[in-house]
């Protein structure tokens, strides 16, 4: 069997040059790709929750995966059905979510990062949503840079996407580019599973369970056919003109002040240059022009159309007919709106997104209205105060009295992940600073709580653990705490050394989901290769993995596997049998 790096890499090559791919199911014959894989998923949070059986990564080993692979070769393998729980929204309801049981996982990793290696070099520019150096800034920058004039925003909302993709669509869409029906069956019988929720098994009849390892890339191959209609169809129709021809009122006041020039009418030079400051250069309805933008994120479109306001309407309905004529699914009225660009605001990803129009605002040499026309990024004044009110009671920043069991360095450290985190997300918004009250309603309730703990003033708590750091942007002050550790340098966590400035080229890409090598590098594959017991030293044995949540829950001072583990800073450890069972039961141990 070939090396899993050259699996893949084949595949993105065939997938480059839009050749149809064959022998898929073969590679789920291949152990190299289920070691990538458990590498990918063992330190996920959820590699410990069970599904509607009991099996966890706890246990994994060499011997499981050959007995998936037996199962996959004589196409014995049956996915069990998922565990559903319901979660709640943020804004209220709730959504389902899918527990997998870690055989399952590992499978459909599998077949996850084949599909990701033939199809992400054929997925759209216009796409940004679960792909490898993309992400919501990506798109939201691109939106900025390249959406100038924009007059309609379209935010096309589809009536819960992932739960309506329909099986045979998705299934066909696959077998266009795949000749391969057993790898073709494996996908459907992944998809129709089903699902246990309250210990009654229920079918699954549409959607890609969210939770699901392979939901992503999936949703991704159903939605390209949407991708490509846009820009082979919808966009092509809906543009035209190379550039909006001129506004002859401005042309003649532009040979009116050239004449008050000549004249030395330096009166009328000053009323015809402001005359010329309140008229567009161009012709804003010229109607040999048009422009239609395109932008995805998972199932959240923003078009933005240069045109009239029927035509923006038009471009709705022809997608809305697209959607359910060809994918199967359905327009919400409701949710998708047409937007004035310049007197309202577009909400995507978070950012409401507006186009500016401010005639006394000139920079540049030209000394040109550079802010009319450019997109807008702002922070919606909801999202700041709904944040802010977190941290506030009756008005006032508050303690939480449930964080006084922790040390100070894990105070700090929780409340600056949550700080930096909101900020770096907004930080191509020109009105960051809009989060200035919830900084101070942070800050306040940490110091807060710290005082509380300590018993002390939050005044006195400022004082301990005020400092003033070096930041790319010159000094800066923020609060700090440090945890000390023997015979190492010490753990330092900070809050409040992000500061609300804008910044352009902030980049916050999703998670690569494709195996770069060297960037993980193979340390698990030579863990179990090794045959080595890490615990009691024995060479030559079958070995699997025994895996706790995370290093919290290990005593340093505990059992010798808890001794060992903590001090490797590991939340595995490949083991034999007999250790695996005394760890995991000491009553039985011999």
């Given amino acids: 069997m070939q090396d899993a790096e050259v699996v893949l890499a084949i595949l993105r090559d065939r997938g480059r ?21 458990w590498r990918k998923l063992y330190a996920n949070k959820g590699a410990l929750t069970p599904g509607a059986t009991r099996e966890t990564a706890d246990g994994m080993s060499v011997a499981k995966i050959a007995s998936i692979i037996d199962a996959m070769r004589s196409e014995r393998y049956r996915f069990a059905p998922v565990r559903r729980v319901m979660i709640p929204k943020k804004r209220g309801g709730q959504r389902p979510l899918g527990m997998p049981s870690w055989s399952d996982k590992l499978v459909a990793e599998v077949v996850r990062l084949l599909l990701e290696a033939y ?48 099986h045979d669509v998705l299934l066909g869409i696959l077998a266009e580019r795949v000749c391969d029906g057993r790898f073709i069956e494996l996908v459907r019988r992944m998809l129709k599973a089903g699902y246990v929720e309250d210990w009654v098994w229920r079918p699954t009849l549409s959607g890609a369970p969210q939770g699901g390892v392979a939901s992503p890339v999936l949703s991704n191959i159903y939605l390209h056919k949407l991708d490509q209609f846009v820009e082979n169809e919808l966009v092509p129709r809906h543009t035209r003109g190379a550039r909006r021809a001129g506004n002859g009122e401005y042309g003649r006041l532009r040979w009116e002040l050239a004449k008050a020039k000549a004249a030395g009418d330096r009166a009328r030079v000053k009323e015809t240059w402001r005359q010329m400051g309140r008229t567009p250069s161009r012709d804003t309805r010229d109607p040999g022009y048009r422009r239609l933008r395109y932008c995805r994120y998972a199932d959240d479109q923003l078009f933005g159309f240069a045109g009239p306001k029927a035509e923006a309407e038009q471009v709705k309905q022809e997608l809305a007919v697209f ?25 995507f990803l978070g950012y409401d997104i507006g186009i500016g129009l401010k005639q006394t605002y000139r920079s540049g040499p030209r000394n040109s209205r550079s802010l009319n026309g450019k997109v807008l990024l702002s922070v919606p004044p909801q999202v700041a105060r709904e944040k802010t009110a977190v941290y506030l009671k009756d008005g006032k920043p508050r303690s939480f009295r449930s964080l006084h069991a922790r040390t100070d360095y894990s105070i700090v450290g929780w409340y600056g992940a949550i700080y930096r985190g909101v900020v770096n997300y907004y930080k191509l918004a020109g009105n960051l600073r809009r989060f200035s009250r919830f900084r101070w309603a942070m800050e306040t309730s940490m110091l807060k709580t710290l005082a509380g703990k300590h018993d002390m003033s939050a005044a006195a708590a400022a004082s301990n653990h005020k400092r003033r750091i070096d930041t790319p942007r010159g000094p800066r002050t923020c609060f700090e705490a440090q945890l000390h550790r023997e015979g190492k340098p010490p753990l330092t966590a900070r809050f409040g050394e992000v500061q609300l400035v804008r910044d352009p080229r902030a980049q916050s890409p999703d998670k690569d989901p494709l195996p770069v090598p060297g960037r993980h590098g193979p340390e698990l594959a030579r863990r179990v290769a090794a045959r080595r017991c890490e615990m009691c030293g024995r060479r030559g044995l079958p070995v699997e993995a025994h895996q706790v949540k995370n290093l919290a829950v290990l005593d340093p001072e ?10 490797a800073r590991r939340k595995t450890l490949m083991v034999c049998a007999r250790c695996h069972t005394a760890m995991d039961h000491p009553e039985h141990a011999a």
Avoid at 23 to 29: A, D, I, K, V
Avoid at 134 to 158: K, P, S, Y
Avoid at 328 to 345: F, Q, Y
Avoid at 558 to 567: K, L, V, Y
């Fill in 17 to 37: 040059r839009g050749l149809p791919v064959d022998e898929l199911f073969r590679q789920m014959f291949n152990p190299s790709l289920y070691l990538v894989a």
């Fill in 119 to 166: 199809w992400e070099p054929q997925f759209s520019d216009r796409s940004h949503g679960f792909r490898p150096g993309r992400g919501c800034h990506t798109a939201l920058r691109e939106i900025a840079n390249t959406w100038q004039g924009t007059v309609w925003f379209i935010e096309a909302d589809i009536k819960d996407c992932f739960g309506s993709i329909d």
């Fill in 558 to 567: 505990g059992q010798d596997w808890e001794r060992i583990m903590a001090r």
């Fill in 323 to 347: 959607l359910r004529d060809v994918l199967k699914l359905d327009l919400s009225e409701e949710k998708t709106l047409v937007t004035h660009a310049r007197k309202g605001r577009a909400r």
